[in-house]
């Protein structure tokens, strides 16, 4: 890949939009963007083209590249697209309405309302302009959710587990900006159940600027039928793992 890098350095210049979008955001995927020569080419010829003549998913695409190029190289690149090119870039994500949650959503979130454990659904981080399916934030600088004591309110919960899990809340939402949870439907992976790139992608972005990104795989949750003592039990494991993110 960093022999077509090499290659694309020297012909970006008559790259049509769609050619320059799905160029540089391939590049971020893989993370070549460490090229000085390819963020300069893809900068300069982004700024040629002008924002407003890339379509609204391409855009989303540059969008990708140059937070990977803002976060990710090092040192830092010495020429970007101009601010408002960014910014028209940025912009198409901040636009967008939250989508409806899905089930598998919404379950999970119920779920850990159970548990007492607070969270905000379809939150848009706004230094990167991404929406995450679930955040846990530090609150009053207690764990993000209710206490152990409302837990054992619930003759259901299993106390032990979901005090473990509410421990490693606290100490991930201290040493990091929140914790997200991604509830990943089929289409964010592949045949083979690999996450995509653009998931990918967005999820180390995130943990870049300081979150702990979590996931809950559809195929996981689909088999904790059965009441809510299994859903609890990896949701709380899930959680616990948290604290052991760095």
């Known amino acids: 890949f960093d022999a077509i890098a090499r290659g ?22 893989v993370d070549v963007a460490r090229r000085d020569a390819l963020v300069d080419a893809v ?27 803002e976060l990710e190289l090092c040192p830092p ?19 967008e309405s939250p989508a409806s949650s899905s089930k598998l959503h919404q379950d999970v979130s119920a779920e850990l309302a159970r548990m007492g454990i607070a969270h905000e659904n379809k939150l848009s981080v706004s230094q990167l302009g991404y929406r995450v ?21 619930n003759e ?9 899990a509410m421990e490693a809340v606290r100490a991930a939402t201290i040493d990091h900006a929140g914790i997200v ?6 289409t964010h992976y592949d045949s083979e159940r690999r996450l995509i790139p653009s998931s990918e992608m967005k999820r180390r972005h995130l943990a ?14 689909r088999v904790l039928e059965g009441g809510h003592a299994r859903k609890t039990a990896y949701l709380a494991a899930l959680l616990a793992s948290a604290g052991s993110k760095p």
């Not at 949870?181 to 089929?186: A, F, L, R, S, T």
């Not at 702990?212 to 195929?219: E, H, K, M, N, S």
């Open 8 to 29: 694309s350095e020297h012909r970006i210049g008559s790259f049509t939009p769609q050619e320059l979008a799905n160029t540089a955001w391939a590049f971020a995927v």
């Open 181 to 186: 949870i991604e509830v990943d439907g089929p």
């Open 156 to 164: 259901s919960r299993d106390n032990a587990v979901i005090t473990r």
């Open 43 to 69: 900068s300069a010829r982004a700024s040629e083209i002008g924002g407003t003549t890339f379509s609204r998913q391409k855009r989303s695409q540059l969008h990708q590249f140059f937070l990977s190029v």
């Open 77 to 95: 690149a010495k020429l970007l697209a101009p601010a408002d090119l960014q910014l028209a870039c940025r912009e198409v994500l901040d636009g």
């Open 208 to 221: 870049l600027v300081g979150w702990v990104v979590l996931a809950v795989p559809y195929w996981e949750w």
């Open 133 to 153: 399916d679930i955040a846990i934030l530090l609150v009053a600088g207690a764990a993000a959710g209710g206490s152990a004591s409302e837990s054992r309110d």
